[in-house]
């Protein structure tokens, strides 16, 4: 096991929850807007209105900026901050799927020189050359989505790969097309959002009206369109993913489920009103108010999945608190809760304080706090002023007398289908529970 990231208040899950939640709006908007930018500008070109040039050049200068800049730099920081959070899971994902990464990294390099180009070279060569240009990043910047996605519901529906091991038995996995189609959908509306936006800026009245509306049909279309892949993939999800969301077990999902809608069903409404009914009362102000509503669903939405997920960081490979769940023959992988149980988890640690007595209290408490943090500290916080699943308030509502009514609570977390069963012998078990006794509430 590597060192532990704590995260003081919150955890290191929400860290990336948030960075990651951001990232999604420059990130499908660098996917979708030049689609909506080649058909305006094939629009410019065949019917030649040069007017539409202004439209242009300031959308393609907002996903310069937005996308590969403040876009570029959250993408930094979600590899950053899952890499200090979860080590174990990123290298596990680059050991499967390197050359799926190293290929998505090819055509994002295409993305980013040909955006540069692009926006440099407007009214500057010859229309059919910088549509050609435009045509390449918006292939290229979709492909990457391609490859990317397979990836990511790799994490949540892992499919044949868990028997197998084949690169693409884990990328083609049950909820990959879902995905890939609900993603590509949203890509449409995101960009028709920001469109709406920069088009309520131009000066031509007629213009500015004409692309609002337009705008808003792609959007429109990209939410509804959304909508109905999102029903496809909640239908494919996993089977005990279903049973924590739908279930009853954990209801949380469900009601992140009600945001995402309400969120998007507001956005779908602002489309409908200021961009087809009354586009001439489209402000930036109101589209800039409807992006933090956008994100506020895709927070809910990726919360879901987060959710689902669990208690797995990869389904039926490893959980999320790093420790691998079961044998995959064919990656020649093994368990590691049996054999830390056996062996204990304190001795197989690498990263931890030297010369602890375990029969003295006081390193007890110390050796129980580094356990608790590497199991727990993931999904809970262990601070006392902690928000997200405090493991403190959660104690206390069990109301322990002794350290031994929290082992015996340890004994049983295999039961609960959300979370991974306690990894170690009895005495750390012991040391994990006297450390645990020490933060609730009292």
């Known amino acids: ?19 990651a939640t951001f990232h999604i709006l420059p990130c499908h908007l660098a996917t979708g807007a030049f689609w909506f930018n080649v058909y305006v500008e094939r629009k410019a070109f065949y019917e030649k209105r040069p007017e539409l040039l202004e439209f242009l050049k300031k959308y393609s200068l907002l996903i310069l900026i937005f996308c590969f800049v403040i876009g570029s730099l959250s993408g930094v920081g979600i590899w950053y901050a899952a890499t200090v959070a979860s080590p174990r899971g990123i290298s596990a994902l680059i050991h499967n799927y ?11 390099i295409i993305e980013i020189a040909t955006i540069y180009v692009y926006y440099y070279t407007l009214g500057r060569i010859d229309e059919k050359s910088h549509l050609t240009l435009g045509w390449v990043y918006a292939w290229a910047a ?42 590509t959908a949203l890509m449409f509306g995101i960009a028709g959002a920001y469109a709406v936006i920069v088009a309520s800026t131009l000066k031509n009245k007629e213009v500015r009206l004409e692309l609002v509306r337009t705008a808003s049909i792609w959007g429109i279309g990209g939410m509804v369109l959304g909508a109905i892949f999102t029903f496809w993939y909640l239908f494919k999800l996993p089977e005990h993913a279903k049973d924590l969301a739908f279930g009853g077990t954990l209801p949380y999902l469900k009601s992140m489920l009600y945001v995402a809608a309400i969120c998007y069903g507001v956005v779908l409404l602002w489309f409908v009103i200021f961009g087809l009914i009354r586009p001439s009362l489209s402000r930036p ?85 580094v356990i608790v943090h590497h199991q727990c500290g993931n999904c809970h916080a262990l601070d006392r002023l902690g928000k997200i699943r405090p493991l403190s308030v959660l104690l206390e509502n069990l109301a322990p007398e002794s350290p031994g009514d929290i082992a015996d609570f340890l004994d049983a977390l295999g039961d609960y289908p959300y979370m991974p069963p306690f990894a170690g012998n009895d005495k750390d078990k012991e040391a994990a529970a006297e450390y645990l006794f020490s933060i609730v509430r009292r």
């Open 1 to 19: 096991m590597y060192p532990f990231w704590e995260v003081p208040f919150f955890t290191s899950g929400l860290v990336i929850a948030l960075v």
């Open 98 to 108: 390197v050359w799926g990464w190293a290929t998505e990294w090819v055509f994002f």
């Open 142 to 183: 979709w492909i990457s989505m391609i490859i990317i996605t397979g990836i990511l519901a790799f994490m949540l529906s892992s499919g044949k790969w868990v028997e197998t091991g084949g690169f693409f038995d884990g990328f083609f996995n049950e909820t990959y097309w879902p995905q890939l189609f609900t993603r």
């Open 285 to 369: 102000v109101i589209g800039i108010i409807i992006l933090f509503i956008l994100f506020a669903g895709i927070g809910a939405g990726e919360g879901f999945r987060e959710g689902a997920r669990r208690p797995y960081i990869i389904d039926r490979y490893m959980y999320g608190n790093q420790i691998i769940a079961y044998n995959i023959p064919a990656k020649n992988i093994k368990a590691e809760v049996p054999k830390f149980q056996k062996e204990g988890f304190w001795p197989n640690l690498y990263f931890k304080p030297d010369n602890l007595d375990l029969s003295k209290t006081k390193d007890r408490l110390l050796a129980g706090s």
